[in-house]
């Protein structure tokens, strides 16, 4: 064994479909593009995971390709799976076919211009409640294969105009989330209906083969109202189908037409009420809380309890108009509206072909308040629905073989995550994580982030947690764990580790042990190929209480390896061969200006390199020839760029999303050899843009979606605050080919 694989990889000696043992992964078509260049005809290919024999000096052995042009053959290819041909033209028709392959192989026709548009059907917009119209954008990708044929389907998110983040009040209009073909059929729609809030906080979904059956499942949050749209031949609607309620549900009265969303009015009736049961909240009855609100506010003592209505209404007022003002002037609860703070939540998988709901469970952990238990009312920032609504998605290889779904749901706070499995009936819970909740001795004036949980296994998660997770064999045992920010879960729903250090002289917590907190940005790979095993690079947001402002840990056991104390909320991090002449992947991390630290570019293993002239951290892209890391820069015409070559891309007419997140709709490697596209919507989102690198590389390596590591990555790069994927081996420009693991699959 290689160091560190496990059972998901073999030695590079060996390949075949691996009769049912190992790793359950797509069984994909060859993935043919042929893409006009200004020197001809671009053509590139997948190798799959299964064709791969040991290494050679510039890639993996494989059956070479014979390349055919309007049926006459024009080139054998062996060191690659691309080909440049400088003699075809727009019309002409390709096909390529492997040595020993049977059939006729795959075929293609060229792209009219180096982009490919995949066209969307746009939801019509609305109006709000409040009446603010708005329009729809679309939002994240994902890619599946729903119909088995070997091809992906791809997954648009649509968000609306006025999504929010959870820290802003307002209505949101629905999030409709489609399927289509790759010539833009759509498949369905589903519409999440009212009861789910917009942006990015919100919805986290997953496309992938969930049991096994060869066609990727469409799982996510959902609730009363949440409907599959199917449509005819003529492209018309031709059924509206809501989920199946759960029963209990259904006994209560629960309908699809229920609306949960707040007006002010209703926060306002919601918080006397509140107040009303005051006296009731087992916080209170235990004494970890103030026995009254006046002592809670710091005011002198005047009312009897139980609050009568009108008293719990003066107490309202005085919390909405001078309490909350008071601890900061961003706190208008006044006009508290659009937030969704009850009602049933739950957990829906359905058919990726067609839109069909397969099963439907409670959504767990429930929310349990409107995040008074979460710390959403004790900081300086009133922020109801804030960390209670902090949701995340990802699938993992729990057992090594078979792909489980886990969603989460808070990390500033409280902390939990639930694993699923699929068997194509029924979903069923493998385990659940829960921190507990922070203990604060006053709800509505206290510091709960960084406060142990109270579950005596699980406490130390809280506020570890970041806008993402990734699933990654950390420890070498051919099963999957969840790093979960600066925590990890191993396979089996146990804390494997959550990681702390010790206060900067110079921080509010000197020579304290602290943990090392929430972060943006969240990088796991094998990025020192010196050193055993992998690596996490992170960023940390928590300032002068964190020890450090980013970090390069021990992805086995989080010990951190080097980092600085920065003392401000570093943002945004990445990681990425951008310099070849350095060995492993370089780190970097922004800084607010004027912070003298050494933030910005760091060797693997710990040199700095210097702050001046730091790529940008939005997202990184493998692009290049040479196997070196390229980064997607802006929000309007796009650009990918090169650390020494400059732009290498101008993606004209289209935007990323998420505002200064700059993310693409996705970066994966969804056809052609084993780099990656780049997924972007058009400036009017009627279709989203494919980009594929036409540059011929003599690097030969199986598709990136055959390793499972990032095969999974891309699955949940869509979570929250969008993340690169990475294999689960080095991958840049100086790649021992002899250490790059086959992957030990059985492809469905």
Known sequence: MLPGAGAAYAEPSGGGRGGGRGVQLEDLDRGLVAASTGDGVFLSWRLLGHETRAATPHGLKSPAFRVYRDGRRIATVTDS?????????????????????????????????????????????????????????????????????GRYEYVVKWDPTNSKDVSQVGYTGNTYIDTYTRDGTLLHRIDLGVNIRSGAHYTQFLVYDLDGDGRSELMFKTAPGTKTITYGPDGEAASADYITMPQDDAEAGRSHSDDYRMSAEDYYDHVVTMFQDWHEHPEVEAGNWPATLEEAFGIEPRYDYPLSRSDAEALADYFMDTYAPGRSERNRLRGFEGFVLSGP????????????????????????????????????????GNRVDRFLSGVAYLDGRHPSAVFARGYYTRATLAAYRFDGEELRKQWLVDSGHAPMSNPFNDSPHGVEGTDPEYGTLTTQGNHQMTSADVDGDGRQEIV????????????????????????????????LGHGDALHVGDIDPQREGLEIWGVHEGAAHAPYGF??????????????????????GMAGDIDPRTPGLEAWSSMPPGQEVDAGLWTADGDYLGRDDVPGTNMSIRWAADGTTQIVNGTRAPTVDDHREGTLLTAEGTHTNNGTKGNPALVADVFGDWREELLLRTEDSEAIRFYTPTEPTDRKLYTLMHDPQY?????????SYNQPAYPGFYLAADTDWSQVPVPHAHYR
């Open 484 to 515: 979960y920010g600066a925590a990890t879960i191993d396979d089996d729903g146990s804390l494997l580790y959550s990681s702390y250090g010790i206060g900067h002289p110079d921080s509010a917590v000197p020579g304290e042990r602290v943990k």
């Open 551 to 572: 970090a390069m840990r021990d992805a086995a056991t989080g010990e951190v390896l080097f980092g600085e104390y920065t003392g401000a909320d570093t943002g945004r």
């Open 81 to 149: 799976t691309d080909y440049l041909d400088t003699e075809g033209g727009p019309d002409a028709k390709y096909r390529v076919v492997a040595a020993g392959e049977r059939g006729k192989g795959a075929s293609a026709e060229v792209w009219p211009q180096e982009h490919y548009d995949l066209p969307l059907r746009k939801p019509a917009g609305g109006t709000t409640p409040a009446g603010e119209d708005y329009t729809y954008t679309a939002n994240d990708m994902s890619v599946g294969d729903v119909t088995g044929d």
């Open 711 to 719: 095969r999974a990555g891309i699955a949940g790069q869509q979570t």
């Open 345 to 384: 939540e739950y957990l829906s998988v359905f058919d990726g072909e067609t839109g069909a709901e397969l099963d439907t469970v409670d959504y767990e952990p429930p929310r349990g308040d409107d995040g008074l238990m979460w710390g959403d009312y004790a900081m300086s920032r009133i922020e109801p």
